[in-house]
């Protein structure tokens, strides 16, 4: 069973755009999406630019894949599978992330 | 199906692997045992591109091997092992290493080798030749122990190979028999041009200089001495005097070979043996040799049709090249020497910019026969085709090498090329094969080269190609796409009309009613985030436009390598008072930030963290500060010198209008950043002629200059009205401004935006000073409404709790990314770099 680890409330989360986490000294960005009801985790480190800033990438979807463009040299990476759309021998982690009573929860197990 | 019948293929060069691929990919593959034979230790690599190996390419990165091939085609490859002879009665091969292979069928891809004149020395050390990877790896090894190179042989290969002997540091010098370069392919006038390009870059050229003999020298390894007394001290001697066939496996089998060399084949590339083929540079058809393996790979072509039983007959090569030697542009076609009886020439030389052209035309002027191209090789394609095709020329051929007699279209439209029209000669593609993927579904250029092979052997034809590839897509209607993105069918100038005419307020409207479905992406929505904000000009941190802006909006501040954020306060006019410098260095001070000077004379603070943000603006808010707009798509600066109010020689106060125009402007959102200067005279201090809005004093009033630009591609403004006063500058910097904002595409600076208008400089002119289109009021009422609109967007950000709280780091912890990283230099702060970072990590577990 996955250990589901309480971040914080669904009020905390911005809408369309994305903020971050501190999980287990992980930084994981964290992605909503109200009108399709979807919320998304990646791992908040950008492999290209080497620094963690996803959380600060702009949202959107290419083909109808969820995608996070990142904000320092612009690759995407694909919040299903964490695959970089530029490269892809190059893949991010992805989180399971739920949203139970209002309360946004992660887990770190695969 | 009978017993497989075994096909050797001795040599396993550029030439030997196109066949065997070209054989695989036919339907006869099957009816073979393949077996090949390599000399070289390692299989077939692009000895076309063997000096990229000094400008770091590796042995891998010139492989011309898949991965698997032989292993996958079952082809039997003997590495490091030459075929020695040739049993032509009992039909088997033998090898150094001791193999006998029987074969039913035989091709020779023997190559050629380089030719070394017996001038006497040749054999000493340090004289090399210039053909194989080991030797590239010779000269190397000698390059570290010397200082000066001599390449022999000013042909195309001594050119490359002065590059190469360049790339290894070593002064270089090229040594030529003849009084040319490239003797074969140039005439004197373009052979000059060449040499003269080529000293340019610190080669020396020798030429009409014969080698007699290589002795020691006094200061080098070498020396030269030529037949005219003269001599030359090098440390390395590289020959390339041309190339001979290898044909002496031939030759001792009783097989026939020409009278000077090179195997004799027919045209079907058939030697004297009915069963053996010889195909590539080992090869004479018709008394000619062929050095380039375009005419080698269609030999290929011919055996592997003639092993199907197919009639594909080998009829000659064009010899027709281009190259770039050292990043000069070369090119030769066909006749260049006019030799044909009754050619015209045609001679376009241009010294200043070192550009040589000549055309070589039948005797009623309505064929090409040849051409030479030096220092600007960009009409091969075209020339090329005329010449191939025997397309008849246009009345004054001359316009084909001269620039712009505008008069007359030069360039051969796709449409004009038959069929037949080879296209990419490398691999042998001609227009009708390239029309027939794209009807098949090839509509980029990616798919087009992968489904055709096109453009990607020497790369010479990928114009072309785009062309023939665009000409054809706008033929079957579909539209060379101008979308924005795959979630708007629509250009930026459409969806602003749109966004005009029906009033629309959000993202999320615009993409319900116009869009194609999906959420969006980073191109439309900061495209749309910019129209909305120049046409509405609301708050861009309000809920619904929040998630159109990239990073450096979203958090007002522009993002640098290590994800922390710079922050400039607006400093209008570049002007600022002793107590607001204090107090800027003091958050500097207080925040440990790195300071410097702008471009735009204002003061950048670096090092940030997003959490920093706030209260650094909170402090630069309370001393009168207000956003630079540093980090938007939007008005920046307005430069100014210091005028009339100072300055001797100044005629009116520039510091005073370039503070009232920044503070009019400034918030303005647009597709590009913009920048304005002012100057006080003539002397042009503040450069406002390197800006999108200049503006320059005179006795009569303010010049104005429009749509120049600084950075990656400069272009001075043009002069776009004198003498105006304060009141009419205005009106028409409001107009040029807002007609930029509507019909730019995304991230279109003004000088693309006016340069690709119809009409440019004066079209504009009519707009914006006639009113040619009647919306002149309509610009002017924009543009009023962005400037009463106007707001900082930070104390906006400050005063807004819930604007705030995006600005942690983390939603669930008040740490801050330990990953960031500062080191000292020159008493400031800056990022630390791989290594120092390793460090840090290092000393924090001791």
Redesign the interface.
């Given at each position: 069973m996955s250990n589901w680890i309480d971040?914080?409330s669904v009020n905390?989360l911005?809408?369309?755009?994305g903020?971050?986490?501190?999980?287990e000294e992980q930084?994981i960005a964290?992605f909503y999406?109200p009108?399709?009801k979807a919320i998304y985790a990646i791992n908040n480190y950008d492999p290209f630019?080497?620094?963690?800033?996803l959380s600060?990438?702009?949202?959107?979807?290419?083909?109808?894949e969820?995608?996070v463009?990142s904000?320092?040299y612009?690759q995407h990476y694909s919040l299903i599978t964490g695959v970089c759309f530029e490269d892809e021998t190059v893949k991010n982690t992805i989180y399971a992330i739920r949203i139970e009573n209002d309360r946004v929860e992660i887990s770190l197990e695969g | 199906m009978s017993k497989k019948q075994t096909l050797v293929v001795i040599g396993n060069g550029m030439v030997g692997h196109n066949f065997l691929e070209n054989l695989v990919a036919s339907n006869i593959k099957d009816n073979y045992e393949i077996v090949t034979f390599c000399e070289e230790v390692r299989p077939a690599y692009d000895r076309v591109h063997l000096t990229e190996f000094f400008s770091g390419k590796s042995a891998e990165d010139l492989t011309m091997v898949t991965e698997g091939f032989f292993e996958d085609n079952n082809i039997k490859i003997h590495l490091g092992d030459k075929a020695i002879a040739i049993d032509t009665r009992n039909k088997f091969v033998t090898s150094a290493k001791g193999a006998a292979i029987s074969y039913d069928k035989l091709v020779l891809a023997t190559g050629s080798y380089p030719f070394v004149p017996p001038v006497s020395g040749h054999d000493r050390k340090n004289c090399f030749v210039y053909r194989t990877i080991e030797d590239l790896e010779a000269m190397t090894d000698a390059a570290k122990s010397a200082k000066v190179g001599a390449v022999i042989g000013g042909g195309l290969l001594g050119l490359e190979a002065a590059k190469a002997l360049q790339d290894l540091n070593l002064k270089t010098n090229v040594v030529q028999f003849s009084p040319r370069l490239m003797s074969a392919q140039l005439d004197d006038g373009g052979a000059g041009m060449l040499a003269q390009k080529i000293e340019a870059l610190g080669v020396s050229v020798l030429t009409g200089k014969n080698t007699t003999k290589i002795i020691d020298g006094d200061e080098c390894h070498h020396k030269l001495v030529f037949a005219d007394g003269t001599e030359l001290e090098t440390d390395i001697v590289l020959f390339s005097t041309g190339i001979r066939p290898r044909d002496e496996i031939a030759r001792s089998s009783g097989i026939e070979v020409g009278a000077r060399g090179g195997i004799v084949i027919d045209d079907h590339c058939k030697t004297s043996d009915p069963d053996i083929y010889a195909i590539g540079e080992c090869a004479v058809w018709k008394e000619q040799t062929f050095g380039l393996v375009a005419p080698g790979y269609s030999m290929g072509r011919t055996v592997v049709a003639d092993l199907a039983g197919q009639l594909v007959p080998f009829e000659g090569a064009d010899m027709s090249t281009k190259l770039k030697l050292n990043g000069v542009d070369v090119a030769s076609i066909g006749d260049a020497h006019a030799k044909t009886k009754g050619s015209l020439v045609y001679t376009y030389q241009n010294g200043a910019d070192e550009i040589y052209k000549r055309l070589v035309v039948s005797s009623d002027k309505k064929k090409l026969l040849g051409a030479v191209l030096v220092g600007d090789a960009s009409g091969y394609g075209t020339l090329l085709q005329y010449s191939l095709n025997n397309i008849d020329l246009p009345e004054h051929p001359d316009a084909l090498i001269l620039p712009g007699r505008s008069d007359e279209s030069v360039g051969l439209g796709p449409d004009a090329l038959p069929a037949s029209a080879q296209i990419c000669s490398c691999f042998d593609v001609t227009k009708g094969q390239i029309c027939s993927a794209v009807e098949s579904g090839c509509s980029s250029m990616a798919s087009l080269k992968a489904e055709t092979k096109a453009a990607t052997g020497c790369g010479g034809c990928s114009a072309l190609l785009k062309s023939v590839l665009d000409s054809e897509l706008e033929k079957s209607g579909i539209a060379v796409s101008t979308d924005i993105c795959?979630?708007f069918a629509h250009t930026r100038r459409d969806l602003y009309n749109i966004i005009m005419v029906e009033d629309i307020k959000t993202f999320d409207t615009l993409l319900e009613k116009h869009g194609n479905?999906?959420?969006?992406?980073?191109i439309c929505?900061?495209a749309v985030g910019s129209i909305l904000a120049s046409y509405w000009n609301d708050y861009i941190l309000k809920?619904e436009h929040?998630?159109l802006?990239?990073?450096?909006d979203?958090?007002l501040a522009n993002?640098q390598?290590?994800?922390t954020y710079s922050v400039v306060p607006r400093m209008t006019g570049g002007e600022v008072t002793p107590d607001g410098l204090i107090a800027v260095g003091q958050v500097a001070k207080k925040y440990k930030l790195y300071t410097k000077i702008t471009g735009g004379q204002r003061v950048d603070l670096f090092g940030a963290r997003?959490d920093q943000l706030p209260l650094i603006w909170e402090e630069l808010i309370a001393a009168g500060f207000e956003s630079g707009h540093a980090y938007g798509k939007s008005l920046r600066t307005v430069k100014s010198c210091v005028g009339s109010t100072w300055c001797r020689f100044g005629v009116d106060d520039s510091v005073g209008l370039a503070i009232e125009l920044e503070n009019r402007y400034k918030g303005l959102r647009s597709p590009h950043k913009i920048k304005f200067a002012v100057s006080g005279c003539t002397r042009e201090c503040a450069e406002a002629q390197s800006k999108d809005i200049g503006v320059i004093a005179t006795e009569g009033g303010w010049n104005l200059y429009v749509c120049g630009n600084g950075g990656m591609k400069p272009r001075h403004a043009d002069l776009f009205a004198t003498n105006l006063d304060k009141e009419t500058l205005i009106k028409y910097i409001d107009r040029v401004l807002t007609f930029y904002v509507r019909s730019a595409d995304r991230l279109q600076r003004t000088s693309v935006w006016m340069e690709n208008m119809e009409g440019g400089l004066d079209y504009l002119k009519s707009v914006v000073i006639d009113d040619r289109l009647g919306i002149c009021s309509s610009l002017e009422n924009q543009m009023q409404h962005v400037v009463n609109n106007y707001q900082c967007e930070w104390k906006t950000t400050i005063a807004d709790e819930s604007k705030l709280?995006?600005f942690r780091?983390?939603?669930?912890?008040d740490?801050t990314?330990d990953?960031?990283l500062f080191v000292e230099e020159r008493g400031q702060i800056r990022p630390a770099n791989?290594q120092e970072r390793k460090h840090a990590a290092i000393a924090e577990e001791v």
């Open positions: 971040i914080c905390d911005q809408a369309d755009s903020i971050c986490a501190l999980v930084q964290i999406m009108k399709a630019g080497k620094v963690h800033v600060r990438g702009l949202l959107g979807d290419i083909k109808e969820p995608m463009c904000p320092l612009k | 795959e979630h479905g999906g959420s969006g992406c980073e929505k900061q809920q929040l998630s802006q990239d990073t450096n979203t958090f993002m390598k290590d994800g997003v709280k995006r780091t983390f939603i669930n912890s740490k990314d990953n960031i791989e």
